[in-house]
């Protein structure tokens, strides 16, 4: 008796490991954003590009979304990415928060003057300690945060056309 | 028995409990911490240029009078607990950590069991 | 024209390995148990076959030949020769066909070595092995061939990965090979002897000599995989505990743990049920562990190219191999009961398989859990150095007492009389770390009683060679020699752990920083051009004021352009009692770079006494009495 039941047990460990096996082939294994969508933004306090004045979590405006875009002038996607953000300027439900990432003030402005300042509030992060506190891999990466200043969606890379339409239509909503 | 005695004393002797560690909190942190980008390495042996970011991180929070359990804390709210190597000691986690020990302890009542077969 | 040829190749290995499975089934079905002059040439065809397939892949690289896809992907015409070579198994394909390569050699030498068992017992064994080629030639044709032509042919191929480039990764995956896959061997030879029905005494000694080989070339992949991490990954370490690693050393508990039983059943003939589960596994914890690196679930260093078909094929191989042992293990049933006096050899030797399971239920455990918590409850969660070091620690310090008294012990049943000589030897451990826990660095309480136990086993082991040697009794050498290996190798270990310094900053050119109480210079920065890259070489001193000593160290950076990669070359001084280990790295939009700066006291012990535990089994494999 005793040695059948140690064979059940073991015939059942082996088909349910070679199950979790096959299911795991086929889970998605790109670095999720999960784990900082859904919650309250932290405290944070962020230098501005242009002036020495600082930019607090308390300075977010409660009657607007916040597009948290992270961007520097060295990267070569955030280019790809820029005439999407410039659509999304003419949005009156969206506040554009540029946060420029470890990059120099002059060829951070020299970009923006170039292709156009497609921000609302342009924000300077020198050596990329303050992008922590959005849970940043690199850049680009973008933030929707809603009016209560929950975070509603994390994008990593550049935007696309079907991010655009995603964030249109979370902020016209209702 | 003075051998026995003898050996009692020069193990006390020799485990005195050292609390001081060698290596410091700050490379244990940085040890313990996955860089989400690379492959496998952690945060003290990436070159990568978050490895750098995360390591300022932790030296200004370490800097902050924060503690190792708060930095992780922090940390794995930002990124998940998938940038903690070592795994935090919870429900889902408990059947890793137990685990080992109870198939080291059925191993030895499996050998104990062949010896006692003899004395009946 | 390499293409077809090749094609040709592995077609007529696939039709010669389907004969014998075909030659072999039929004489069993006959109950003609003998091996025909047709079976032997059919073997010689394959194992020709199939090797000049390999050898004719190795041409393609040699020559750049662009037209086949591996090659193609794989190397590039500026690569150095050398490495041109080490591209045949630097890749999913070729090490494929590597492997098949070894499965053959081994199950040709197995049917030429083991004429003298039972005929049944061989030709089962050659018909499960041949079972189990077919598998792996028909994964290779179908989903990974080494011989897949493209059109049109490209001039120049991508390129090897740089890190590859490096001479003890281009031994170290045959090694590897020959150990795990080496193990299918006796995998077929287990499912053999339970089908043939064949003595317990009898498999155990026609299996030895094959465990004891894959065990060895096991030991050295392990070994110079390693040192290959240490030189070439430049983080200064050598075990990560990462997912690729553990797999390579979950068949080897299993190999360690059936080295040591199979002498039990061979002298004793106990323990034949749970020789032949080791026998299984082994092999099954190796294509698992290739599943799980090859399929690409599991995050890693070393990233063969990904694709979920071949995860799947793969998968169901091992399903389908594990259900079949399974079944035909437990529908065999062989009464197998013994008993053992607490204090004989047996016991040791158990409890040697005990700690083994104890190492092998944690690996493995650690390895897939993350993939469970992924799949269970959608959350990604890291296993990392943390968790063996605290789980594993702690059991090794019984593991070494009782690696030390296992050798000395008689078979059957002893009375101790070492009881006087066990305290002596505990007195002098004691001693010897307290002298190093005074004289040098505390460190912690389990480092502590590690680094007693080890030289427990050290002392306990000298003892005995030196006593042994006096009175010209048989002796083991070989498992002295692993013993006496593995005590110094965890001691080292230990104190390269407690007593190695680190340090990271950042620096530029003409600055000199203060290291605890050394100080480094970084002089000059220079751009060179070499065969296949260009290297951005730092120039650093090292000063010691306490020691009065100056070095110097020039790491690189390595910028490749086939494919275009960033590699930093590690600039280690080694002697006798520490290495010094710089890497730098740049910073982006800076003109610092970040360095670090490694004291590793005692690696080349390391790497001394392990190549020492592995000489072990060679030594028996070429030494027998």
């Known amino acids: 008796m005793k040695i059948s039941f140690l064979k059940i047990i073991s015939a059942f460990l082996i088909l349910f490991t070679i199950l979790i096996f096959f299911l795991a082939l086929f889970v998605d294994k790109r670095y999720s954003t999960e784990t900082i969508v859904g919650k309250q933004i932290d405290n944070f306090e962020i230098k501005f590009l242009l002036s020495n004045r600082t930019f607090k979590k308390n300075d977010l405006s409660k009657d607007q979304y916040h597009l948290i875009n992270i961007w520097a002038s060295w990267c070569l996607p955030c280019k790809k990415e820029h005439p999407t953000l410039m659509n999304l300027k003419k949005e009156k439900n969206l506040s554009l928060i540029g946060i420029n990432f470890k990059d120099k003030k002059l060829n951070a402005s020299g970009f923006l003057k170039e292709l156009g300042n497609p921000y609302d509030i342009s924000l300077i992060d020198k050596n990329g300690t303050s992008s922590i506190m959005f849970g940043v891999y690199g850049v680009p990466e973008s933030i929707l945060i809603d009016k209560k200043h929950n975070i509603v969606l994390k994008f990593i890379g550049p935007l696309s056309t079907k991010d655009y339409k995603t964030i249109l239509k979370l902020i016209n909503e209702k | 028995m003075k051998n026995n005695f003898l050996i009692i004393l020069i193990c006390l002797f020799s485990f005195e409990l050292s609390a001081n560690e060698n290596i410091s909190l700050e490379t244990k942190i940085f040890k313990n911490l996955r860089c989400i980008i690379c492959q496998g390495q952690s945060i003290a042996e990436s070159n990568s240029d978050f490895a750098q970011t995360i390591k300022i991180v932790v030296r200004d929070k370490i800097g902050q009078g924060e503690n190792e359990k708060e930095i992780y804390e922090f940390l794995s709210e930002k990124y998940g607990e998938w940038i903690i190597y070592r795994p935090k000691f919870n429900f889902v986690n408990s059947f890793l950590w137990f685990s080992p020990y109870i198939v080291l302890l059925l191993g030895g009542l499996l050998i104990f069991k062949y010896f006692r077969k003899r004395k009946q | 024209m390499l293409s077809s040829a090749g094609n040709i190749l592995l077609t007529g290995s696939i039709l010669f390995t389907f004969l014998i499975i075909y030659l072999s089934f039929q004489n069993l079905r006959e109950k003609n148990f003998k091996i025909g002059k047709d079976l032997v040439y059919l073997s010689v065809f394959q194992i020709t076959f199939i090797i000049a397939s390999f050898i004719l892949l190795t041409f393609g690289f040699v020559f750049s030949d662009f037209s086949l896809l591996a090659v193609y992907q794989n190397s590039h015409t500026s690569k150095p020769i050398f490495y041109k070579i080490a ?338 030897i505990l007195i002098l451990s004691c001693f010897i770390n307290f002298l190093i826990f005074f004289f040098f660095k505390s460190y912690n309480f389990i480092s502590n009683l590690i680094i007693i136990s080890s030289l427990f086993l050290i002392i306990h082991s000298a003892k005995d060679f030196i006593l042994k040697a006096k009175t010209k009794l048989h002796f083991n050498f070989s498992s002295f020699l692993s013993h006496i290996g593995f005590g110094f190798l965890i001691f080292f270990i230990i104190l390269n752990h407690n007593f190695s310094k680190e340090f990271d900053l950042n620096i530029k050119v003409g600055e000199t920083k203060k290291m605890g109480n050394m100080e480094i210079k970084f002089n000059n920065l220079k751009i060179e051009e070499r065969e296949n890259y260009n290297a951005v070489i730092g120039y650093f001193n090292i000063f010691d004021s306490e020691k009065k000593y100056q070095k110097r160290l020039n790491p690189e950076i390595r910028v490749y352009e086939n494919p275009q990669t960033l590699t930093f070359e590690s600039s280690i001084i080694t002697n006798l009692k520490q290495d010094l280990y710089l890497t730098m790295s740049n910073l982006d939009g800076s003109e610092f770079y970040n360095i670090k700066f490694q004291i590793k006291p005692f690696m080349l012990w390391i790497w001394f006494a392990a190549l020492l535990t592995a000489s072990g089994g060679l030594v028996r494999i070429f030494i027998k009495k």
């Open chain 3, 87 to 424: 591209g045949v198994w630097g890749n999913h394909e070729g090490s494929l066909l590597l492997w098949i390569n070894i499965m053959v050699i081994f199950s040709y030498l197995f049917l030429v070595f083991n004429n003298k068992s039972n005929k049944s017992y061989s030709l089962y064994t050659l018909l499960v092995q041949n079972i189990l080629i077919l598998g792996f030639l028909i994964f290779l044709i179908s989903s990974s061939n080494p011989f897949f032509k493209i059109l049109p042919v490209p001039l120049e191929g991508l390129g090897l990965n740089p890190i590859l480039q490096d001479p003890a990764l281009v031994i170290h995956p045959p090694l590897l090979y020959l150990g795990f896959v080496g193990s299918s061997i006796y995998f077929s030879a287990a499912m053999g002897a339970i089908l043939s029905n064949i003595e317990g005494k009898n498999f155990a000694s026609s299996i030895k000599t094959w465990v004891l080989i894959s065990w060895s070339f096991q030991s050295l992949g392990i070994i110079f995989g390693s040192i290959w991490a240490y030189y070439e990954l430049g983080w200064g370490g050598f075990w990560f505990w990462d997912p690729v690693e553990n797999a390579s050393l979950i068949p080897w508990f299993c190999m360690t743990a059936l080295a040591h039983s199979v002498l039990v059943l061979e002298k004793r003939n106990y323990l034949y049920n749970w020789v032949l589960i080791l026998s299984l596994i082994t092999f099954i914890s190796s294509v698992t562990g290739t599943f799980l690196v090859r399929s690409g679930i599991l995050n890693s260093v070393h990233t063969f190219a990904n694709d979920p078909s071949r995860g799947l094929y793969i998968l169901i191989f091992l399903s389908l191999m594990i259900g079949f042992s399974f079944v035909i293990f437990i529908k065999r049933r062989i009464s197998d009961k013994f008993y053992v006096e607490p204090l004989s050899k047996e016991t040791f030797i158990l409890s040697n398989n005990w700690f083994m399971m104890f190492y092998l239920a944690t690996v493995f455990i650690g390895t897939v859990y993350p993939i469970f918590t992924q799949v269970l409850y959608d959350t990604k969660i890291s296993v990392g150095p943390p968790f063996y070091n605290a789980v594993i620690a702690p059991v090794i310090i019984p593991f070494l007492i009782f690696m030390a008294l296992g050798p000395k012990i008689n078979w059957i049943k002893q009375k101790y009389d070492g009881l006087k000589s066990f305290i002596l």
